[in-house]
């Protein structure tokens, strides 16, 4: 296994305050890995230290093979970092943005028009490409920022919070995007705030909290983390949903809406003895549904209890987390 | 080869700042509409009050420089700090190309603004009867004067670009800028003010330097002190300041485009 990211023990503080602390990362060569948390959480300055803009207090890291610290310029060749706002000129065309990024990658002019031309087309500004940035739309930007990145083709593509502002339409296309740079051998390292974008792009997804990662592994392993899947059942009448509720195992309840939420593991035996007993106890269900924990409720109850309890017994957890979901993975 | 990059990065740079010089209008129009308008309301308003000893035009076109070429480098203040408040320079940075080619960037696109700007002045000038008598040398060593006071100036707003951030406070700069040249021997010689003002007029920055070019240009300074002695005096004001506000502006773009 390669690692196009090996990160240990960062930490940063600004100010005093703490805002990355001992953040381990190991990224696989060619994958999309997510870096999820809210605003805040450490994202954008763990993007940061890895893009060389800001040196780490403390911790090692190797980009592409080079040493974050000894060979930033090693780095340099070969990230490509788009910013949380689209990092692109304005005021210049799209041509004139391109040609000006191939010019500062040192490509020969020449090739830096023809690769320019060919970008453009391949991601729909062909049209746009003589036109000032400033009338984009924020998809054509994101657009035009990707193009930049694939200039020359990266060995790390930073995307910070790549969906942020943009359409739903504009989005899917962003993604598609991603996963054509990743089938492509590029990796990707992306942050988001979106649970739903981690769990449909990143093969890996580290959840960083407070300035440290709190759950690591895939989506599965993460959803897994929280115990099995759950069944959830309607009731017609409050008649049958107390009925229900004196005769199974309820782990969650709504009088409102008279649903039922019983755990299980997702076999279709278990369903089918669950629905029958129902009906013995005179409380048929009207609908029911198989659910799997969403990345939201891992990151729900993840934050939360690192909230209410004291930071170590966090702490503890995600390392047993994580090291679980390293284990998993070195055995695939 | 790293020169080769470093001189390829800072042309494209340059490139770069020219074209936003070119797009943004409303300051280009500004930028050239200035030193005419100036020169006229100067020359055919408040001139005739003026005892300058010879014609008004022949007095304060040297001023007029000044004014035009230091408001000027100041809006170098809002172009630094619009790039460091968008997300460009942090992509620049993480790219392998020279750090010190975004700055310069801004500096040769100042330069070139401003001597626009300069020449302006001086057809301006000559079109309201500015009648200069200087030498070729003298005219060399003049337009030598403007372009150091030019470039002192650039950096001292580069610097002051990257210490504010916002695009807003750093047009105070160009404010400031505009306004000193008045506190100068710009418009009127140092004589004619209140004895509390002499002292600062006859000693600010901008007063070697429109003397150093009044007394190239037309034989001799308003202070009455030996071109040589002004040009002395100015070479010194910008050296200072240019070296300072490089060091300064270096260090804050390191410092700022890394938190």
Same mark, same amino acid.
């Given at each position: 296994m390669t690692y196009t990211v090996n990160a240990s023990g960062i930490c940063k503080a600004f100010g005093g305050k703490p &805002? +990355?602390?001992?953040v381990d990362l190991a990224i696989e060569t060619g994958s999309i890995f997510a870096l999820l948390g809210p605003n805040g959480a450490g994202k954008t300055t763990l993007v940061r230290i890895l893009a060389t803009l800001v040196r780490p207090d403390a911790g090692t890291a190797a980009v592409a093979g080079h040493d974050l610290l000894a060979d930033p310029v090693g780095v340099r060749r070969s990230i490509s970092l788009t910013g949380q706002y689209a $990092? &692109?000129?304005?005021? +210049?065309t799209g041509v004139e943005n391109l040609r000006m990024m191939g010019r500062l990658l040192h490509l020969p002019p020449r090739e830096a028009k023809a690769r320019s031309a060919d970008l453009l087309a391949a991601f729909g500004l062909t049209d746009a490409g $003589? #036109? #000032? &940035?400033?009338?984009?739309?924020g998809g054509m930007r994101r657009r035009l920022d990707l193009a930049i990145s694939m200039l020359v083709k990266p060995r790390l593509l930073f995307l910070d919070e790549p969906s942020t502002g943009l359409d739903p339409r504009s989005r899917d296309q962003l993604w598609g995007f991603v996963r054509e740079f990743a089938a492509d051998g590029v990796t990707v390292l992306l942050t988001t705030q979106y649970l739903e974008e981690a769990d449909q792009l990143a093969d890996r997804i580290a959840m960083l909290h407070r300035g440290r990662i709190v759950a690591a592994g895939t989506a599965d392993q993460l959803k897994s983390s929280l115990g099995g899947e759950v069944v959830r059942l309607q009731f017609a009448d409050p008649a049958g949903y107390r009925r229900a509720l004196a005769s199974v195992p309820a782990i969650r309840t709504d009088e409102r809406l008279r649903t039922v939420d019983v755990g299980t593991d997702g076999s279709a035996a278990a369903v089918h003895d669950l629905l029958g007993l129902l009906r013995t106890t005179g409380a048929p269900a009207a609908r029911v549904s198989v659910e799997r924990p969403s990345l939201d409720d891992v990151f729900l109850s993840l934050t939360e209890s690192s909230a209410e309890s004291s930071s170590e017994s966090s702490t503890e957890s995600s390392r047993a987390t994580s090291s679980r979901a390293t284990e998993k993975a070195s055995t695939r | 080869m790293t020169t080769a990059y470093a001189l390829s990065d800072t042309r494209v740079m340059i490139a770069r700042c020219l074209r936003r010089s070119l797009r943004d209008p409303e300051a280009f129009f500004t930028a050239l509409m200035l030193p005419v308008v100036l020169m006229l309301l100067f020359v055919y308003v408040f001139g005739g009050a003026v005892?300058? /000893? /010879?014609t008004y035009a022949d007095y304060v076109v040297p001023g007029l420089i000044v004014l035009c070429a230091g408001f000027g480098a100041g809006t170098t203040a809002v172009a630094v700090a619009v790039d460091m408040s968008s997300g460009i320079v942090d992509r620049f940075r993480s790219m392998?190309?020279? /750090?010190s080619s975004i700055l310069a960037g801004h500096i040769v696109a100042s330069l070139a603004r401003n001597l626009l700007a300069t020449a302006l002045v001086i057809a301006a000038g000559l079109g309201v009867g500015w009648r200069p008598t200087g030498s070729p040398a003298a005219w060399a060593a003049a337009v030598a004067m403007v372009t150091a006071f030019i470039l002192a100036m650039s950096w001292l707003a580069a610097a002051f670009g990257l210490l504010v951030r916002s695009p807003e406070a750093a047009n105070a700069a160009t404010f400031v800028l505009m306004f000193l040249p008045y506190l100068s021997t710009a418009f009127v010689p140092a004589r004619t003010m209140p004895a509390v003002l002499r002292p600062v007029a006859a000693n600010q920055p901008f007063t070697p330097v429109i003397e150093t070019m009044r007394g190239l240009w037309m034989g001799h300074t308003s202070t009455g002190a030996a071109v040589g002695h002004e040009a002395w005096i100015a070479a010194a004001y910008c050296a200072v300041i240019f070296v300072a506000a490089f060091a300064a502006a270096s260090w804050l773009f390191r410092h700022r485009t890394a938190a």
């Open positions: &805002v +990355l602390d001992s $990092a &692109v000129d304005d005021m +210049l $003589a #036109r #000032r &940035v400033k009338t984009y739309s | 005892k300058s /000893g /010879g392998p190309i020279h /750090g």
